[in-house]
T-cell receptor, first 119, second 115 residues
Framework: SQELEQSPQSLIVQEGKNLTINCTSSKTLYGLYWYKQKYGEGLIFLMMLQKGGEEKSHEKITAKLDEKKQQSSLHITASQPSHAGIYLCGADGALLANAGGTSYGKLTFGQGTILTVHP | DTEVTQTPKHLVMGMTNKKSLKCEQHMGHRAMYWYKQKAKKPPELMFVYSYEKLSINESVPSRFSPECPNSSLLNLHLHALQPEDSALYLC??????????????FGQGTRLTVV
């Protein structure tokens, strides 16, 4: 079963609109990574959240980790066409409670959220 | 320099061919990873190397053979592949094994087509 579930699976917004992508874990989250991918290309690191309540921002993208809800959210303010792509949340075994030592070093991902921004 | 370089960018190979994918980083990272990504799916971990030693093999078929000749270089040797092995192969590196305190940097990937 998927340990990280993202919602929505796809999102279409008009340029200038705000949006939020969620990543929910089936296990307690101690931290999380967010990546962006253009179709057919590599993953671009956005940010890493390492403790509950932590919030980080990069340009118009803000991510927050809610440890109690086992959830992270990624918020984009005033979206632009350059924000379009696939957003992936990821966690390695050290960041998932009870994942076991053999899971350390295994960075696994949610299924991704496809973002389309119309100009 | 936060670059992970993968070559080639595209590869078409027959089922009887032998080919290799190459990945290089010069960030001094000691952990390197191979991922496989099918269309509309997230990347799936294949292999992890730590200090040039194979640390994790996610039960990958033996037709995929990884090699880490030195701390900057990671290869993936391919032999007798099947059409279903066609995918985007991504390499990544991190300062050390991902224990929740360092990020992984990804290359641009090699688009592999098996015919």
């Amino acid at each position: 079963s998927q340990e990280l579930e993202q919602s929505p699976q796809s999102l279409i917004v008009q340029e200038g609109k705000n949006l939020t992508i969620n990543c929910t874990s089936s296990k307690t989250l101690y931290g999380l990574y967010w990546y962006k991918q253009k179709y057919g290309e590599g993953l671009i690191f956005l940010m890493m959240l390492q403790k509950g309540g932590e919030e980080k921002s990069h340009e118009k993208i803000t991510a927050k980790l809610d440890e109690k809800k086992q959830q992270s959210s990624l918020h984009i303010t005033a979206s632009q066409p350059s924000h379009a792509g696939i957003y992936l949340c990821g966690a390695d075994g050290a960041l998932l409670a009870n994942a076991g030592g053999t899971s350390y070093g295994k960075l696994t991902f949610g299924q991704g959220t496809i973002l389309t921004v119309h100009p | 320099d936060t670059e992970v370089t993968q070559t080639p960018k595209h590869l078409v190979m027959g089922m009887t061919n032998k080919k290799s994918l190459k990945c290089e980083q010069h960030m001094g990272h000691r952990a390197m990873y191979w991922y496989k990504q099918k269309a509309k799916k997230p990347p799936e971990l294949m292999f992890v190397y730590s200090y040039e030693k194979l640390s994790i093999n996610e039960s990958v078929p033996s037709r995929f053979s990884p090699e880490c000749p030195n701390s900057s270089l990671l290869n993936l040797h391919l032999h007798a592949l099947q059409p279903e092995d066609s995918a985007l192969y991504l390499c990544a590196s991190s300062q050390a094994l991902l224990f929740g305190n360092s990020e992984a940097f990804f290359g641009q990937g090699t688009r592999l087509t098996v015919v």
